[in-house]
């Protein structure tokens, strides 16, 4: 899925869009309607669906509509700015979610560049070596299949052997590690992909300079990857957030949000609102980490032109 | 470069054949091919599709290699001779790179080959103003009508001021009216720079238009079946009105004549007659 996501080619067509500032406007209007739409579409559910939910065999399809399996909207709201717990000075909910919250991006970001860094290597290997592509390519899809659960506890333990010198691995980078092994991948595929977009008659152009591989690749061959490369970086971005919440789990890390999901989900039965709040933060952490690469893709508006006259 | 001689042929075709290896076995592109061009002199390769024109201008810009003979370029291989940058190219499409301005288009190969800024900023200006674009530098390609893009084109291959230009029918793309005015253009920058140039085209009064000699050529396999002088005087001070001229009927009629092998028969296959 992720491949076909990262392979779709930029469109080649240009198209008179509406001014940016009108269309940035529809998208946030757009963007709010979803999340009316959603809202309505829970209350509307727990409002007319079955009380127990629908089980058909031993599955149960469609939730339970109590109040404990699904709060209402406005109760998941208001227990945001009530304190996290009853004792005396404790911090408000939305402000400890934050905090999980932004450790989790930090160590997200550490991921996404690591991941990043290793995909665009990766990709440059492989468009300089055709050798390189047929060996590499088909273990860097396999390496997706291995499931995230079984892997994280390997790279915990390997990571807590790691000593050198005055540098001690700490428990976060396993998370960080795991966080790039799922970034790495769009960025791998969709960057080989962009290396190898442009047509003869730009690289015979650049033959007839007689320039060598690295020029080609700074002026051609890179520049033409912008567009395949903004989508898989975006994509890359919300892998390193599902795989640092995710790592944050099974490795057992504190103070992230992968934690407080866990711990708070232990106390639903006591306050069903509070266990969606770190839901809610995790979602937030993803629109954030897509939202600041869009705002990257932005600065290379250039690179998105086509050749065609319009 | 004190020793070489002051006339040394642009370009020196000798024997050159082309066989390709095909999936369905060989073809032969060209064969037997002589051909010389000298410094600032206009030479069209006109001839039915396939008959090994873009592949003899490849093998004189050393983006292909011939399977037998040689290929001079001022005296100096063609492979030497990409490498030194003595040619520059234009294809039938503009291939300008999209993410970059007109000016920063012309600019790539002097870019490409660590001219300073200064000079680049000074050269892109001549250029710009060479072709006719004056107001256009800071547009983008994706701004430009067919033959503005194609008029930056010829500005980036002349970038280096090379004294020789090969063009792949560059005009092909363009509406007649926009191709008569590029025509004219480009009889005036060549006489500008005195580069020599050697022009593909499908179009009998292009070539007679524009050149001191055209070379016809047949297919299957691709030879040189003629060559014919233009008696028009000097490419430099040709104008519009040489288009209804009586003289430049007689140019059409030996060329058209020449491709259908010295017969005046009725058609020839891929060559526009208009
Ligand atoms: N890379 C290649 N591989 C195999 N055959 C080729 C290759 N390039 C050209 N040919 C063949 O060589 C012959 C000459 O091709 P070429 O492109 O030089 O023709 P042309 O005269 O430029 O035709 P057109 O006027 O249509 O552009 C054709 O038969 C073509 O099929
Ligand atoms: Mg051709």
Redesign the pocket.
Known sequence: MQAATVARAPSRRTRTAPPASRARARAWGFGALGLAALAALWELYKLLGPADGLVIGEVRVLPRTSDLAMPHIWETAGRLFEPVTRAEGARVLWLEVAIAASLTLGIAAAGWIVGVTVGLLLALVMQRWRLAESAALPWIILSQTVPLIAFAPVVKSWGSRIEIGAFEWQDWMSVAVIASYLAFFPVAVGALKGFQSPDRLHLELMRSYSVGWWQTMRYLRIPAAVPYLLPALRLAAANAVVGAVVAEVSTGLQGGIGRLVIQYAGQASGDPAKAWAPILGAIALGLIAAGSVALMGALARNYRRTEDAS | MTESVITTDAVTVTAVD?V???AAGQ?V??SGIDLVVEPGEFVS?I????????????LIADL?TPSSGSVEVFGTSAHQARVDQKYGIAFQQAGLLPWRSVAANIALPLELHGSSSVETRERVAELIALVGLDDFGDRYPDELSGGMQQRVAIARALAKKPELLLM??PFGALDEMTREYMQTELLRISAETGAAVVF?T?SIPEAVYLSDRVVV?S??P?RIAAVVPMALGSTASRADDLREDGAFFEMITAVREALHGGAPASSAR?VENR
């Open positions: 082309k390709f290896e095909a073809v592109a060209l390769l001839g039915p599709s396939g008959c090994g024109k873009s592949t003899l201008l490849r292909d792949d029918e593909v499908h050529m297919p299957r691709g891929g």
